[in-house]
DNA sequence: TACAAATAAGACTAAATTTGTCGTATATAA
DNA sequence: TTATATACGACAAATTTAGTCTTATTTGTA
């Protein structure tokens, strides 16, 4: 399947939100997950991922929260699925990081991986090329 | 997770190897199962979908198989993607039938929606310009 | 006709992943 | 000192995906 998880989704709710606020204003997790009705303590990690990962800025304490300091433009989609630890690779050979024994056991015999890396390669630009920007 | 799932992997490989036979030879499910490695039982699942759906024709019986009929340039992925009962809508609220309750329980604030849909519109072009060709 | 090879179809189980919760720690303004 | 807010990791529940098993049907050929 082909989609986006929820991580992803309330990722990208949050940081439009945010990013509507301008660089000035704070957004608290609380003020966000109340606001759509989505899970405090998931989306509280989300955002902390992706303050750790300096899409947003985070500021603890009273009055604190998160914001933006980036430009829209310079913040892609793929940016924010990777901080979120998430992938686009289509296929297992095609992740980044995989020091994990889980590997393809077929890929010595696999045709598919080839003509697979070139699709991917374009699916790339297409997350490249999408910034948060589009969703404001 | 932005992926392919082993359904439709192994559904690729297996027109991939389909098509490479030309449009006069059989393939069978346990030849291609034994080629790649692939569980008989799963495969010849998938296959049964593929032709239910035409996008490869199925004789049965002894010498009986599977084969192509149409051009490699007129199987798209989203056909494959769509014939396996998969799906490659990016959130909930694009899924095209979904008569399940399942569905998204925010949809009335969320302000996600309508750009993801402008991603979604763009993503499909990008999926329908794919051909089993570009698996040769 | 009997048999073997092959597709057809669906129920069921196991494994993996995703989604969500909880508890605890830390920082900071008032 | 207290209330508010982020930080982090372990854990549990729910869902989805992957794989297995069983039974039926079709068809060429010995
Ligand atoms: S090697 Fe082939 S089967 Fe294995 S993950 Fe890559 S594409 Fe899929
Ligand atoms: S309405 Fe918003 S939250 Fe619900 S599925 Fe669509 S994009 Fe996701």
Redesign the interface.
């Known amino acids: 399947?082909?989609?986006?998880?929820r991580k992803t989704?309330y990722a990208?709710?949050a940081i439009?939100?945010i990013a509507n606020k301008g660089i000035t204003e704070f957004s608290t997790a609380k003020e966000i997950s109340d606001?759509?009705?989505?899970s405090y303590e998931l989306l509280a990690k989300i955002l902390q991922r992706l303050a750790k990962n300096n899409i947003i800025t985070s500021t603890k304490g009273v009055n604190g929260g998160y914001k933006f300091l980036k430009s829209p433009d310079d913040v892609t989609?793929s940016e924010i699925?990777e901080s979120l630890n998430?992938?686009?690779?289509?296929?297992r050979c095609l992740k980044k990081n995989r020091p994990n024994k889980t590997d393809c056991?077929?890929a010595d015999?696999?045709?598919?991986k080839n003509?697979?890396a070139?699709?991917q390669n374009?699916?790339n630009i297409?997350f490249d090329d999408?910034t948060i920007r589009?969703?404001?």
């Open positions: 399947m082909i989609k986006f998880s989704e990208l709710i439009q939100y606001n759509y009705n989505i989609l699925i998430e992938s686009y690779a289509l296929t056991q077929i015999c696999c045709t598919l003509p697979v070139i699709i374009r699916l297409f999408i589009h969703l404001m």
